[in-house]
Nanobody, 128 residues
Framework: QFQLVESGGGLVQPGGSLRLSCLASGFTLDDWTIAWFRQIPGGEREAVSCHSSLDGSTYVDHTVVQGRFTLSRDNAKNLFYLQMDSLNPADTAKYFC????????????????????WGQGAQVTVSS
């Protein structure tokens, strides 16, 4: 059974940092496309950063990330991460990790409906 389990959310002050982790089980991440999405109440789930091992393509929402967030993976541990720095209240959302073995061509976008496997979500609240 394929499963993704997130950790690392929480409350942080503006300007602070958080690292979200996503642990995969039931499969190895090496050849899978990984992604982080976020969603505010009443809003759509939007891609933050995505990377495909299939073709090396990436997607970053630069209007959101602005050089502050970094997606990385540790295939040996079957983990991937979203390092978030210089957080501000506009980053408050529920963050979801996702993975899929078939998604590629991320230059055309990173769409939630393309991913079959999801973490449970981690709330990130940026507030003083």
């Amino acid at each position: 059974q394929f499963q993704l389990v997130e950790s690392g959310g929480g409350l942080v002050q503006p300007g602070g940092s958080l690292r979200l982790s996503c642990l995969a089980s039931g499969f190895t991440l090496d050849d899978w496309t990984i992604a982080w999405f976020r969603q505010i109440p009443g809003g759509e789930r939007e891609a933050v950063s995505c990377h495909s091992s299939l073709d090396g393509s990436t997607y970053v929402d630069h209007t959101v990330v602005q050089g502050r967030f970094t997606l990385s993976r540790d295939n040996a541990k079957n983990l991937f991460y979203l390092q978030m720095d210089s957080l501000n209240p506009a980053d408050t959302a529920k963050y979801f990790c996702a993975a899929d073995p078939r998604v590629s061509n991320l230059g055309f976008g990173c769409r939630p409906r393309a991913f079959d496997y999801w973490g449970q979500g981690a709330q990130v609240t940026v507030s003083s």
